[in-house]
């Protein structure tokens, strides 16, 4: 164990794993202090499509005039959106997370492989967390935790889903 | 961990070039620097959200302990999902149901006191978490969905989780997930359409299931079974 | 015996999908030593491997990289 010359366990404090427990109680605990503080609870995706519309308009497309943003983009204003910031703040925290346990480290694409399996599947959850009002976050935690229906349908339908992708995995992307 | 390692397994030979212990320690160092740096500058992002948000200070300090915990826990959701079809292991898949477990039962509190005990005040706009339409849109869409993480290596969480370790497959992969959300969002006014797929209707257990009571049975029954399942599934598949 | 399993930059089920296929080949005794950067893998290989029964050690070799050593027992 590296220890600093004040005696803190430095590898104890900022590297050593948490057990999945710890976790959990702590994402209940967290998502429960967001919902009393914002009055909504987390979600992920909700935001993706005013991101893609935002970076379009950027680039010179005028999807504001799409029906699905309907001028909604000019409106668009980071901060004023919680899951904008939530959702920058979980990129931030793994990232602090790694630095301070000095295990950062970037991974380049090895594979030509790796990209198509980022493209069908970040699609494929694209498309099925708006059908589904809401991903793994929105939909699955954010029902479960408020006693609806639709969560627990997403439970079992997203479990069947990784049956699916395991063997699609297995396949043709190991 | 240390650096010069005295395992207890004997084995021939470095598999690369020991990096030397003070070059290590350098490299430590700095990323522990950088990580101090970027600390500091998310207290000024707090401060900088509160001038724009009420209450952008506490947003921005719990999206940051979000991505905090889930990296350190090595909390991944589509492994909870997909493990027990992969490798057997259902470790991530018990955590889930505890996350769930504790989460439903602290938002359970929050709604009893909005909604009162007999349901008198209920209304599910205002609830703790999201009480969303339920139909065969959300059995597709959960399913797309679980396919896509599998596929991915990541859920939405996982994806910004990892992009923030460094992975750069994860920029592909919320590139076409937002390209899919809005993709999405031109099929669903076709969906609500259909009567087959979209019904419009939330429901929530409580209404379902007569009261708290018959809900919190059903509910925390399902997650304590489900629990139980997942155990006795690692079980099952020990080799 | 002794094997080397490089997984480095492999997304997270992989180097432990490989490991297990590997490890079926190998008798009692035999050492595999599977290279990984992820750090969901820097816990469940471990993890199942010593649910397993294999002695399981991790050796840290670089920042966000391990080498995680297992004797098949």
């Not at chain 2, 504790?102 to 909005?114: C, D, P, T």
Request: with cysteine; proline share 2%; glycine share 12%.
């Amino acid at each position: 164990m590296e220890k600093s010359k004040k005696g803190i366990d430095l590898d104890s404090l900022l590297k050593k794993e948490w057990s999945y427990t710890t976790g959990a109680v702590l994402i209940a605990l967290l998502a429960t202090v967001l919902v009393l503080v914002v009055g909504k609870s987390w979600g992920v995706t909700g935001v993706f499509p005013f991101w893609g519309g935002v970076i379009l308009e950027k680039i010179g497309v005028n999807a504001d005039s799409w029906s699905i943003f309907n001028g909604k983009l000019s409106k668009f204003v980071f901060f004023k959106k919680f899951a904008n910031i939530t959702n920058v703040g979980i990129i931030i925290g793994a990232f602090i997370a790694s630095l301070l346990a000095a295990s950062f480290k970037i991974k380049m694409i090895k594979s030509f492989r790796q990209v198509v399996a980022a493209v069908i599947g970040g699609t494929l959850m694209g498309i099925g967390a708006t059908l589904a009002m809401g991903c793994n976050i929105g939909g699955l935690f954010s029902g479960i935790s408020a006693l609806s229906l639709h969560g627990w349908v997403y439970l079992v339908f997203i479990f069947l889903g990784a049956i699916v992708g395991s063997s699609i995995l297995k396949k043709w992307f190991m | 961990m240390s650096e010069t390692t005295q395992t207890k397994i004997k084995r021939t030979g470095r598999r690369r070039e020991a990096v030397k212990p003070e070059e290590r320690k350098k490299k430590q160092l700095i990323q522990r620097i950088i990580g101090v740096i970027a600390v500091i500058l998310v207290i000024f992002m707090a401060i900088f959200a509160q001038g724009i948000n009420q209450k952008g200070a506490f947003i921005v300090l719990i999206g940051v302990g979000f991505g905090y915990v889930l990296q350190r826990s090595r909390f991944c959701l589509t492994a909870a999902i997909r493990d027990p079809f992969l490798t057997g292991g259902t470790e991530l898949t018990k955590a889930l149901i505890i996350l769930l477990a504790v989460s439903s039962f602290l938002y359970m509190g929050i709604n009893m006191a909005k909604f009162g005990l007999g349901l008198e005040t209920l209304n599910l706009k205002l609830a703790a978490g999201y009480i969303k339409p339920v139909g065969l849109h959300t059995a597709i869409g959960a399913f797309l969905f679980g396919i896509g993480a599998v596929i991915a290596g990541g859920c939405a969480s996982g994806t910004l989780m990892r992009i923030g370790e460094g992975f750069t497959q994860q920029w592909i992969a919320i590139i076409f997930f937002v390209t899919g959300t809005i993709i999405g969002k031109f099929l669903m006014p076709i969906v609500k359409k259909s009567s087959v797929l979209y019904t419009g209707k939330a429901i929530f257990l409580p209404s379902l299931f007569g009261g708290w009571l018959g809900a919190v049975i059903v509910h925390f029954g399902l997650l304590f079974a489900l629990y139980i399942a997942a155990d006795k599934w690692s079980r099952r598949k020990q080799k | 015996m002794e094997k080397i399993l490089d997984c480095l930059g492999e997304a997270c089920p992989i180097p432990l999908v490989k490991a297990q296929k590997a490890l079926e080949e190998m008798a009692t005794g035999d050492i595999l030593i599977v290279g990984i950067d992820h750090s969901c893998a820097m816990k469940n290989l471990p993890d199942w491997a010593r649910e397993a029964g294999h002695n399981v050690e991790i050796d840290e070799i670089g920042e966000g990289e391990w080498d995680v050593v297992i004797e098949k027992s």
